[in-house]
């Protein structure tokens, strides 16, 4: 088949509190809600149009007249990191709640890894990025020593200046540490690197993330299997570490990942692009930024428009999202929320298809496969909406 599908992940643009979120401290959370509150409205027109305002009430953001396929997705599995969402999307659930350090690393800790990576480390506390850089980047800049930090999710950070500690030695010490901590290694391990002297520094686009495998098969690795082509576009060959993947875009900005998909979207010849646009999350989410979160969402939907007059009978498109970062709680962290799902494809009659569809995030996986090769893969969850 020369079906392609586009699989996009706003990152961080919760719908509303999962049915669990109490037990993660996240009752009450809706992402896009409270930042659209905060702005005075959201102006997303080609959202709009495709049916965002349909899935959940959103300010500034009215009902659409014939809105695409369109529902709100819970996760499966527990947790609220970006690798539970991108894995829950694909099919898998995390096996249960993942090593992490929300108190931060215990310094006696700390000091015995840096001992085995042959460095010393400083820091160990749970941090926002940039809080981090102000905290220890003076420190670390005298030293030499990476700055770890912690969150409530599964992660744990090591940051470093450019000057000190090149961006390749930092992903390999990343690899190092991942490896170092075995069966109790936290989903993934953030590379940061920064630039910049005390008061003005600023990360590069150096990030690497070091992950787990997942712990089973995923929706990738049936189409890996069947001979359809996999690319990822920003940080999901990471989350997924590699595999299921035959080609991976870097995509460190939205900017980027905006340009590599807008690429795809004119050469694909076949296949799954699975794309994720970070800032968001990283740029804007964790700083309760909600005016540069407003102005992502403003590019977002600009080149979405710009998109699906390229996009023809053979094109799924389905934009989601993996997790929350709600502005109005008072961490930093991620929320564990529901996330939307517009999906924009031809129907058997064909006509563009319509109607809700709640489910799990599995369904996006399970709707790619049907999509691109016409069967379904029994022992993954998810039910299709394509």
Same mark, same amino acid.
């Given at each position: 088949?020369?079906?392609?599908?586009?699989?996009?992940?706003?990152?961080?643009?919760?719908?509303?509190?999962?049915?669990?979120?109490?037990?993660?401290?996240?009752?009450?959370?809706?992402?896009?809600?409270?930042?659209?509150?905060?702005?005075?409205?959201?102006?997303?027109?080609?959202?709009?149009?495709?049916?965002?305002?349909?899935?959940?009430?959103?300010?500034?953001?009215?009902?659409?007249?014939?809105?695409?396929?369109?529902?709100?997705?819970?996760?499966?599995?527990?947790?609220?990191?970006?690798?539970?969402?991108?894995?829950?999307?694909?099919?898998?659930?995390?096996?249960?709640?993942?090593?992490?350090?929300?108190?931060?690393?215990?310094?006696?800790?700390?000091?015995?890894?840096?001992?085995?990576?042959?460095?010393?480390?400083?820091?160990?506390?749970?941090?926002?990025?940039?809080?981090?850089?102000?905290?220890?980047?003076?420190?670390?800049?005298?030293?030499?020593?990476?700055?770890?930090?912690?969150?409530?999710?599964?992660?744990?950070?090591?940051?470093?200046?450019?000057?000190?500690?090149?961006?390749?030695?930092?992903?390999?010490?990343?690899?190092?540490?991942?490896?170092?901590?075995?069966?109790?290694?936290?989903?993934?391990?953030?590379?940061?690197?920064?630039?910049?002297?005390?008061?003005?520094?600023?990360?590069?686009?150096? #990030?690497?993330?070091?992950?787990?495998?997942?712990?089973?098969?995923?929706?990738?690795?049936?189409?890996?299997?069947?001979?359809?082509?996999?690319?990822?576009?920003?940080?999901?060959?990471?989350?997924?570490?590699?595999?299921?993947?035959?080609?991976?875009?870097?995509?460190?900005?939205?900017?980027?990942?905006?340009?590599?998909?807008?690429?795809?979207?004119?050469?694909?010849?076949?296949?799954?692009?699975?794309?994720?646009?970070?800032?968001?999350?990283?740029?804007?989410?964790?700083?309760?930024?909600?005016?540069?979160?407003?102005?992502?969402?403003?590019?977002?939907?600009?080149?979405?428009?710009?998109?699906?007059?390229?996009?023809?009978?053979?094109?799924?498109?389905?934009?989601?999202?993996?997790?929350?970062?709600?502005?109005?709680?008072?961490?930093?962290?991620?929320?564990?929320?529901?996330?939307?799902?517009?999906?924009?494809?031809?129907?058997?009659?064909?006509?563009?298809?319509?109607? #809700?569809?709640?489910?799990?995030?599995?369904?996006?996986?399970?709707?790619?496969?049907?999509?691109?090769?016409?069967?379904?893969?029994?022992?993954?969850?998810?039910?299709?909406?394509?």
């Amino acid at each position: 088949m020369s079906r392609r599908a586009f699989v996009v992940v706003l990152d961080a643009c919760g719908v509303g509190a999962a049915a669990d979120a109490a037990q993660y401290g996240d009752e009450g959370t809706h992402t896009l809600r409270h930042v659209g509150a905060a702005e005075g409205g959201l102006r997303l027109p080609t959202l709009e149009a495709l049916g965002l305002g349909d899935i959940t009430p959103l300010p500034g953001v009215a009902p659409a007249g014939a809105p695409v396929v369109h529902g709100a997705l819970a996760p499966i599995g527990p947790g609220k990191d970006s690798i539970v969402g991108h894995w829950g999307l694909m099919g898998v659930a995390a096996p249960g709640p993942l090593p992490s350090w929300p108190d931060g690393v215990p310094d006696e800790d700390r000091d015995r890894w840096g001992a085995a990576l042959g460095t010393g480390l400083i820091g160990g506390r749970r941090s926002d990025g940039l809080a981090a850089l102000e905290r220890w980047g003076a420190e670390h800049l005298a030293t030499g020593r990476p700055i770890l930090y912690s969150s409530t999710d599964s992660v744990l950070q090591l940051a470093a200046h450019v000057d000190r500690w090149p961006e390749a030695a930092l992903h390999d010490l990343c690899r190092a540490l991942h490896d170092l901590l075995g069966a109790g290694a936290p989903a993934r391990v953030i590379a940061r690197p920064f630039r910049g002297r005390p008061g003005a520094f600023e990360r590069t686009d150096g #990030r690497h993330d070091v992950a787990m495998p997942p712990p089973g098969p995923s929706y990738l690795d049936a189409l890996r299997d069947r001979g359809v082509p996999v690319h990822g576009v920003g940080k999901v060959a990471d989350v997924f570490a590699g595999r299921g993947f035959d080609v991976a875009h870097p995509a460190p900005t939205n900017a980027r990942g905006l340009a590599e998909t807008g690429r795809l979207v004119e050469e694909l010849a076949a296949g799954l692009a699975f794309v994720n646009l970070v800032e968001t999350d990283q740029r804007y989410g964790h700083r309760q930024d909600t005016a540069g979160f407003h102005a992502a969402l403003r590019e977002i939907d600009a080149a979405v428009a710009d998109w699906l007059p390229r996009l023809g009978a053979e094109d799924l498109l389905v934009l989601t999202a993996d997790h929350g970062v709600d502005p109005r709680t008072e961490h930093r962290d991620h929320t564990r929320e529901l996330v939307p799902l517009l999906a924009r494809f031809v129907g058997p009659g064909g006509a563009p298809a319509r109607g #809700r569809h709640d489910g799990v995030l599995a369904d996006v996986g399970a709707s790619v496969l049907r999509w691109l090769t016409g069967e379904t893969e029994p022992g993954l969850p998810g039910t299709p909406f394509a």
